[in-house]
């Protein structure tokens, strides 16, 4: 199988990698040479550590090598029976990439997107076969993390979405079929991760390294909420939550902060600038948390229950499975439980009953109970 991935960059990079190890002949295209030398430097440096620590041999290495070569024209991926793009989010530099390749590829060659937040129909539109378009979500480090999100757009094909999650599935990755809606699965359950705890520092509740501890003891999280914000980049992440704020029609629910806001304008944007919610360096000594049991106890439940009901809404709203949902949790960006396995634990008459009290206490939207939990409840049911 020949695959012809568009963009040299991280993403792009280690979805090569992954295909290349499964035993596909990947053409890896991007329009700057330099970029191409980069992405080769990269791989070489992954592969030789990995030898190093055991997990290949050299002859694997220079298999998973001599599979991928880099091209600088669109017209080299004419052989090419899949195509994923992993350039920059923009809607139009998308379809105008899609367009132009679609005219060089086979007839039957299915072209994939890779994008985190951009409607695949929209993508698909600009195409004369949209039918052969489709979400293909990985999750970075690619090579690394297990989940892909398979997103079909209105227009796929039914055979389009079956190849796929079988070429997904030989290349060793969960896969978890999602509609074609803002965030699909993950970028938009996880918005509450980032938006309660950003809401509970603004509104003065605890300061920002008692948040994350909260989120690590109580809560298993590898990363808090702000640790992660600046793992991401605080420009990233301020992008995606105001992207699904506009495309969900403003919903206060995914509601962006001020605080990020800011932050992202004055250039705090985490671990790359070397500063963001906290500041990075050799002699830096970061703040300590207050780890009073019922603060700590009050900041983990709640951010929980926001992430609990935004899960059991996609849910309710038919976005994907329960299955799909949860391993998209823990799979997709390593939660230590997947989020209604998570409700049934803590019981879905406890999730309602916190909702209803944010609610009462706050009357924002931001806080209304999804309807499948309040039936649920009433009807003495579980997610499992």
């Known amino acids: 199988m020949i695959v012809g991935i568009i963009g040299s960059g991280t993403m792009g990079s280690g979805i090569a990698q992954v295909a290349a190890t499964a035993g596909c002949v990947v053409k890896v295209f991007d329009t ?35 599979n991928i070569s880099y091209v600088s024209s669109l017209k080299d ?58 979400g293909i979500h990985f999750f970075n480090p690619a090579p690394l993390m297990k989940l892909v999100e398979v997103i079909p757009a209105v227009q796929t094909s039914t055979h389009t979405t079956e190849k796929v999650v079988q070429i997904i599935g ?44 909260s989120l690590k003891t ?23 939550t105001e992207t699904v704020f506009k495309a969900f029609y403003c919903d206060p629910r995914y509601k962006p902060s001020f605080t990020q806001k800011r932050l992202s304008e004055a250039g705090y944007l985490g671990r790359k600038s070397g500063k963001g ?48 949902i949860d391993n998209a949790m823990t799979k997709g960006v390593n939660y230590p439980k997947g989020l209604l396995a998570w409700a049934d634990e803590k019981s879905i008459n406890w999730c309602v009953t916190m909702l209803d009290d944010l609610y009462d206490e706050y009357h924002e939207d931001r806080y209304r109970c999804s309807p499948i939990l309040r039936k649920m409840n009433k009807e003495n049911k579980t997610f499992f």
Request: hydrophobic content about 40%.
């Open 32 to 66: 700057r040479q330099e970029a191409l030398d980069k992405s080769k430097q990269a791989l070489e440096k992954i592969l030789t550590r990995l030898t190093q620590k055991g997990r290949i041999d050299e002859i694997e290495k220079n298999r998973i090598q001599s």
């Open 77 to 134: 991926l004419h052989d090419a029976n899949l195509t994923i793009e992993a350039i920059i989010e923009d809607l139009d530099i998308k379809k105008k990439v899609f367009s132009e390749l679609e005219s060089y590829v086979s007839a039957t060659t299915i072209i994939a997107s890779n994008t985190s937040s951009l409607s695949i129909a929209s993508i698909a539109s600009s195409l004369d076969k949209p039918e052969r378009c489709i």
């Open 170 to 213: 030989d290349w060793k990755k969960v896969v978890a079929i999602a509609k074609d809606t803002p965030g699909f699965i993950v970028n938009r359950v996880a918005r509450p991760f980032y938006g309660e705890s950003l809401r509970i520092y603004e509104e003065g509740f605890a300061d920002i390294a008692t948040i994350d501890w």
């Open 218 to 240: 109580l809560g298993g999280f590898r990363m808090g909420a702000f640790e992660l914000m600046d793992f991401i980049g605080n420009d990233v992440n301020y992008t995606v």
């Open 277 to 324: 919610y906290y500041e990075y360096g050799d002699d830096i000594v970061q703040p300590q948390p207050n780890k009073d049991t019922a603060l700590s106890e009050y900041i983990f439940n709640r951010v929980l229950v926001m992430l609990i009901n935004e899960a059991a809404d996609t849910l309710f709203w038919n976005i994907a499975s329960a299955e799909d």
